[in-house]
């Protein structure tokens, strides 16, 4: 039987999903709590990975199992061995040829860039951007420019990704009070490239770049020159359409 869950953790405390050796890792937390519910190991295989402090709402993973279980049953079986700050939220039954990662069509992912006072209670859930001569509207003009098919190698701490080329379906930014929500949505991810494009974006905003160095950049041209990197707190994984 194949199980595909839904789930949401708080990435403050992690040392990212995927589990590494002497850190805490999202993964680990998952498989310890199924081997406490099945009695034996039980792998899950993730859509993808998320980063140190990075946070999701909508990571999904699937695993297999022999039991077969009723999903509401499982789902409080699950939650109940784990720590509070994951939580499984769907739990269904799936075909065999359903795979996570592979039969994913889209990713969304937020991020949240606040300009306005520090907060401390907010610290790890958003960036507090000390800049304050940023144009907005070149910010999401400059952002518009990553909509489309491009080859990404620039906009990547990826090092053995020999494919650099995804998709972006959609860049928006809404307002809200004094934050703004940066909404991506592709078929595929690099490391870091969400919090590069981003950076890059508001260096360009902020008259540091042009929008001319992103075009030469996405088209090969030009290497990124100095990328910056915005912080993991911001960033959350939203949603995954199969």
Do not use: W
């Not at 400059?142 to 090092?159: I, N, P, T």
């Not at 494009?197 to 950049?217: F, N, P, W, Y």
């Not at 030009?222 to 911001?234: H, S």
Request: net charge positive.
């Amino acid at each position: 039987m194949r199980y595909k869950c839904t789930c949401r953790y708080d990435g403050s405390q992690f040392h990212g999903f995927q589990i590494q050796k002497n850190a805490r890792s999202v993964q680990a937390e998952i498989e310890n709590a199924l081997l406490l519910v099945f009695k034996k190991p039980t792998p899950i295989y993730p859509a993808g990975r998320t980063d140190t402090g990075v946070h999701a709402l909508g990571q999904v993973f699937h695993f297999n199992a022999d039991l077969e279980i009723n999903t509401a049953n499982l789902k409080n079986a699950i939650n109940s061995r784990l720590p509070g700050d994951v939580y499984v939220s769907e739990i269904e039954t799936v075909d065999e040829s359903f795979h996570a990662r592979y039969s994913a069509k889209s990713k969304e992912y937020h991020y949240i860039i606040d300009f306005g006072s520090y907060n401390p209670l907010f610290r790890n859930y958003r960036y507090y951007c000390k800049y304050r001569r940023v144009d907005y509207r070149l910010f999401a003009e400059a952002l518009k420019l990553f909509v489309g098919r491009h080859d990404f190698r620039y906009f990547s701490r990826a090092k053995k990704t020999e494919n650099t080329v995804r998709e972006i379906y959609r860049v928006s930014v809404e307002r809200e009070g004094d934050a703004l929500r940066i909404i991506i949505v592709g078929n595929g991810f690099l490391h870091n490239m969400i919090r590069i494009m981003i950076a890059t974006a508001l260096e360009v905003a902020r008259g540091r770049k042009t929008m001319d160095d992103i075009r030469a950049s996405l088209t090969g041209e030009t290497p990124l020159t100095a990328p910056k990197k915005l912080p993991p707190n911001g960033l959350y994984l939203m949603k995954i359409a199969y």
